[in-house]
């Protein structure tokens, strides 16, 4: 598969707050609430999760790797952290603006990167090697997988209501 250009990466990463608003406006609380299966976070959850992570697993880490040599870039635990932060109970609303400030500023300072600094390395203690590079590839990734987690959430809510449609389909 070819790689995608950076400014293609980019322009994921400046979309992605426009399709989170556009995709949750349609949504009741109810369903944002709702955990579409026990091992499947809600939206709630996963907006919750996108602001966390925002600084913590993506900008502090392209800090860290722009501005040191190497450094050691700790794993970071979801669940644990879901969990612990208890994701099902912060107003999705607050989530998602609080992500989209984030956001804003990080895609600006990434714009600022230059070549050379897109090649610079940490060490992932679970992984190994990263550059600066793969980790904003991963973050555009990142974001294009909680979306997909959303329209699904969005797809399970349509399920009971498709009859004998339901034989053409199976859920995960």
């Not at 250009?5 to 400046?14: G, N, Q, T, Y």
């Not at 809600?42 to 966390?52: E, F, G, P, R, T």
């Not at 860290?64 to 932060?85: C, Y």
């Not at 607050?94 to 895609?107: D, G, K, P, T, Y």
Request: net charge positive; glycine share 4%; proline share 6%.
């Amino acid at each position: 598969m070819p790689e995608i250009p950076f400014r293609d990466v980019m322009a994921i990463l400046e979309a992605t707050p426009v399709k989170l608003r556009r995709e949750v406006a349609s949504m009741t609380s109810r369903q944002i609430r709702t955990r579409p299966a026990p091992h499947k976070w809600s939206v709630q959850q996963i907006l919750a999760h996108l602001n966390d992570v925002e600084y913590l697993g993506m900008r502090a880490r392209l800090d860290a790797m722009v501005g040191q040599d190497n450094p050691t870039i700790e794993p970071f635990d979801q669940e644990k952290r879901a969990e612990n932060l208890h994701y099902d109970r912060i107003p999705h609303q607050r989530s998602l603006e609080h992500f989209i400030r984030q956001r804003r500023a990080n895609v600006r300072w990434l714009k600022t990167l230059k070549p050379a600094q897109l090649k610079r390395t940490g060490n992932h203690r679970k992984i190994g090697r990263i550059t600066v590079n793969e980790l904003i590839h991963e973050w555009a990734f990142h974001d294009l997988g909680h979306l997909k987690q959303i329209l699904e959430v969005k797809r399970y809510a349509l399920w009971p209501c498709m009859g004998n449609f339901q034989e053409y389909y199976k859920l995960s």
